[in-house]
């Protein structure tokens, strides 16, 4: 089964505008990750944030964390048609072997002039 | 430059048969993961390994098998007991220890003929 949740499942808004998408998890972690992926290709990481860390910003992207709901958000601001992709979150947990990297479900992101 | 490369980026495969896809990195990390994107979906672990010779099943380990000989390679085959095996394959790694992110090679697309 799959760690995240992400919702919506589709956005679709207009240039200028701001993009929030939500991920909720269900077991502890380390850290909570975000990655976008362009249609047909691999995945870029975008921001970690750490469980004890609440909140991140890094350029244009602010997620916040909250480990009491299992829950994290990315908010893009100013979006551009550039941001069109989709947008995954994944936790980090320890395992008796190391790290586990289980991602969500995935937020398809489209962004019109 | 360091990177993470997989290969072929498309194959075809025959009922019944098995096929391997290649998954190469030099950025010096442990730890590797391979996973499962279909269509519009998020992605799904299929297996991963934190160290040289040892690797652990994922969530949807069944049908697959994996190698770890060399830190650098993690071979994914694909054998004909998947019965389903038609989607994009994705190859990743980390660090094996710490909060860490991840990189991506570009996926390899499975089609079955």
Known sequence: SQQGEEDPQALSIQEGENATMNCSYKTSINNLQWYRQNSGRGLVHLILIRSNEREKHSGRLRVTLDTSKKSSSLLITASRAADTASYFCATQSRTGGGNKLTFGTGTQLKVEL | ?113
């Open chain 2, 1 to 113: 430059d360091g990177g993470i490369t997989q290969s072929p980026k498309y194959l075809f495969r025959k009922e019944g048969q098995n096929v391997t896809l290649s998954c190469e990195q030099n950025l010096n990390h442990d730890a590797m993961y391979w996973y499962r994107q279909d269509p519009g979906q998020g992605l799904r672990l299929i297996y991963y390994s934190q160290i040289v010779n040892d690797f652990q099943k994922g969530d949807i380990a069944e049908g697959y098998s994996v190698s770890r000989e060399k830190k650098e390679s993690f071979p994914l085959t694909v054998t004909s007991a998947q019965k389903n095996p038609t989607a994009f394959y994705l190859c990743a790694s980390t660090r094996a220890w710490g909060n860490t992110e991840a990189f991506f090679g570009q996926g390899t697309r499975l089609t079955v003929v």
